[in-house]
């Protein structure tokens, strides 16, 4: 089964940038897409951005569209989602997702409880938005 790993977060001041990256232990032959939630503490885990492999398409929840683009590279495995023009709501642990059969997008992030759906997460990376 593939292994997720995130990384790339930090501490970063409003209107500032990050890049995150999600590197996979496998091939994209075992999974069809990478979708990247959040959680702040005592709320639940909410879907950010999903990317499809089969058409490439991606899909973005509405706070972000316009800040956050998520995109991948197939020679290293690795998906990023780069954040821009966080502000201070963009706190959150993010994790990486995916699952061991095809999952719609649209679906997992459209979803209150649609992470429950996936069954292969990372461990999250922090991102703290503070002046």
């Known amino acids: 089964q593939v292994q997720l790993e995130e990384s790339g977060g930090g501490v970063v001041q409003p209107g500032g940038s990050l890049r995150l990256s999600c590197v996979a232990s496998?091939?994209?032959?075992?999974?069809?897409?990478i979708a990247w939630f959040r959680q702040v503490a005592g709320k639940e885990r909410e879907g950010v951005s999903c990317?499809?492999?089969?058409?490439?398409?991606?899909y973005y929840r509405d706070s972000v569209k316009g800040r956050f683009t998520i995109s991948r590279d197939k020679a290293s495995n690795t998906v990023y989602l780069q954040l821009n023009s966080l502000n201070t709501e963009d706190t959150a642990v993010y994790y990486c997702?995916?699952?061991?059969?095809?999952?719609?997008?649209?679906?997992?992030?459209?979803?209150?409880?649609?992470?429950?759906?996936?069954?292969?997460w990372g461990k999250g990376t922090l991102v703290t938005v503070s002046s």
């Open positions: 997702a995916t699952d061991s059969v095809p999952f719609p997008c649209q679906v997992v992030l459209g979803t209150p409880t649609g992470y429950l759906g996936l069954d292969i």
């Open positions: 990317i499809n492999f089969s058409d490439g398409k991606t």
């Open positions: 496998a091939s994209s032959h075992s999974y069809t897409g």
